[in-house]
């Protein structure tokens, strides 16, 4: 079959994509390996609630452009100071221990941006005595979904430069929100995965599970880490581009929600973080809105667990975590509800990305168009708002605008 525009993913990117691309009259074709749209954004109906299994928060709320596409779609947004970072009623972590951890990563954090250590390895900016670093490790599999070992100091200090700080939610499910922004004129093929792309002298071959596709020209919004792997074929000619991929790795981050029966002792809208002095900890936002759920999260070394223990397991550690802190009675009043598996989905295969140290570059030649053909989207190909569905969406719409460009100019050149 023969389509003008393919885009290869229908996540936030995929989305930011396509809608611009419509904007302009164009219609886009769209292939998306799982049997829905959203990729990372993902909400589920459980417990008579719309829980987001995928993110949640709309970061940098203040110049999200979900908060702009929510209110243009009716969908309400709730601007309210979240519980986490607060330690409810001080259990099992002192008032003035929560103040000590807060300055040792704001610490951390300033001295990544002021006195960058010379490796960019952000360990390196720890303090070795410090008694926080299991709480800074823990955070980090939160944030970057890996430990500080791994990351790009100037990755991390380019995000927080960026960051607004204001970090708002979608009563309605995020996930949601990015599913229903899809423009109709799109047609959209799911449950549709890609084996290989191959360029002939006018076309970008698409081999498809539905059959081949022949294309003008393609968006590619897939993961860093489908892009690095094998799992689609790719000509030796975008070798620089799995490269650049393989720099910035998807960390490690999961979901679990535990549903709350017959009362128990958790007041609303209320955050506690399992066991500050764990770097595997799980943080808990305990009756999002006033629902009956438990919020429990898990990122880096904590994450790979869930992974390795199952989640079965995993869920059983949550509750012993908030029995711990909650006392046993708990245990009367929670049942597991529904979990993520990020890591386990072979078109993601993992949370959001971060960059090595010293190859923070790498999202600039992750987001370099090939050939005036093949234009690269994604929350990694974003400069500072990697790891965040608004910078999917924004690079999206950059990757789009490039091709309506590259397109305009091919058609002003006329035949060769």
């Known amino acids: 079959m023969s389509e003008d525009i ?15 691309l419509a904007a302009a009259g164009v219609r886009a074709t769209v292939v998306e390996a799982l049997p829905r749209v959203g990729g990372r954004a993902w909400t589920v109906e459980a417990a008579g609630y ?33 519980a986490w970072g607060r330690q409810h009623r001080e259990l099992g972590l002192a008032r003035g221990e929560q103040e000590e951890a807060r300055r040792a990563f704001n610490a951390w954090s300033e001295r990544l941006a002021d006195a960058p250590p010379a490796s960019d390895r952000a360990s390196d900016a720890l303090e070795p005595s410090s008694r926080w670093n299991a709480y800074i490790h823990a955070l980090s599999g939160f944030i970057s979904g890996d430990e500080p070992e791994h990351i790009s100091a100037s990755d991390i200090a380019a995000y927080d430069a960026a960051s607004t700080g204001r970090n708002w939610r979608v009563p309605g499910g995020y996930g949601a929100l990015v599913a229903a922004s899809l423009p109709p004129a799109a047609t959209v093929h799911l449950a549709t995965s890609v084996d290989a792309l ?19 020209a393609v968006v590619l919004t897939v993961s860093s880490d489908v892009l690095s792997g094998g799992a689609i074929r790719f000509p030796a000619a975008l070798d620089p581009w799995r490269e650049a991929a393989g720099q910035l790795p998807l960390g490690r981050d999961e979901k679990l929600f535990l549903e709350i029966v017959d009362g128990g002792p958790f007041e609303t809208e209320t955050h506690l973080i399992g066991d500050p002095h764990d770097a595997t900890t799980g943080v808990y936002y305990i009756r999002p809105f006033g629902r009956p759920v438990i919020e429990c999260f898990f990122g880096g070394a ?17 509750i012993d975590q908030l ?15 529904v979990a993520s598996d990020w890591a386990g989905t072979p078109s993601i295969r993992g949370g959001y990305s971060y960059a090595r140290p010293g190859r923070r570059a790498a999202r600039e ?10 234009f690269f989207a994604g929350e990694a190909t974003h400069a500072t708002d990697f790891s ?14 490039e091709l309506l460009a590259a397109v305009a100019d091919l058609d002003a050149a006329g035949p060769a």
Do not use: Q
């Open 388 to 401: 965040t569905a608004h910078g999917a969406h924004d690079s999206g719409v950059r990757a789009a605008e």
């Open 323 to 337: 029995a711990g802190l909650l006392g046993s009675g708990v245990r009367d009043h929670l049942r597991p509800l």
């Open 6 to 20: 393919v885009i290869v993913g229908a996540g936030a990117a995929g989305v930011g994509a396509a809608r611009r």
């Open 302 to 318: 904590g994450a790979r667990l869930v992974a390795a223990n199952g989640t079965k397991a995993t869920f059983a550690r949550c």
């Open 198 to 216: 191959r360029l002939d002298e006018s076309r970008v071959v698409l081999e498809t599970s539905a059959g081949t596709m022949r294309a003008r």
């Open 365 to 374: 030649v992750l987001a370099r168009p090939y050939d005036g053909r093949i």
């Open 50 to 82: 719309p829980l987001d299994l995928g993110c949640g928060w709309l970061h940098s709320g203040d110049r999200n452009a979900w908060t702009r596409i929510a209110g243009e779609t009716g969908m309400p947004v709730d601007a309210r100071t979240s």
